[in-house]
Nanobody
Framework: QVQLVESGGGLVQPGGSLRLSCKAS????????MGWYRQAPGKQRELVATIASGGTTNYADSVKGRFTVSRDNTKNTVYLQMNSLKPEDTAVYFC???????????????WGQGTQVTVSS
């Protein structure tokens, strides 16, 4: 009914940049908060950045000053610009969005399938 599809992952050298995109589609009524999480091998999934519908952002301390989250409400899309990447940023990155649909007035959290980001020389 609702799908989140990420793109933009890949292999990059330390100090490089990547831009992730995540587009929501389906029977969407409203999208509230959107965000990015990541999970490295052997570790728990952790928050990277979130952005409210009005544009307020929140970042993990480990990415502040290097990553920027943004959204285009006309395209139901959230972005993550990642600069000055480090090997410890290597993980699968998941997008997340709180969405109400044409059949539910309550917002549920939807997840994308994940995209691999590898930072290595």
């Amino acid at each position: 009914q609702v799908q989140l599809v990420e793109s933009g992952g890949g292999l990059v050298q330390p100090g490089g940049s990547l831009r992730l995109s995540c587009k929501a589609s389906g029977s969407i009524r409203s999208i509230y908060a959107m965000g990015w999480y990541r999970q490295a091998p052997g570790k728990q999934r952790e928050l990277v950045a979130t952005i409210a519908s009005g544009g307020t952002t929140n970042y993990a301390d480990s990415v502040k000053g290097r990553f920027t989250v943004s959204r285009d409400n006309t395209k139901n899309t959230v972005y993550l610009q990642m600069n000055s990447l480090k090997p410890e940023d290597t993980a699968v990155y998941f997008c997340n969005a709180d969405i109400t649909t044409s059949t539910s007035r309550y917002a549920y959290a939807y997840w994308g399938q994940g995209t691999q980001v590898t930072v290595s020389s």
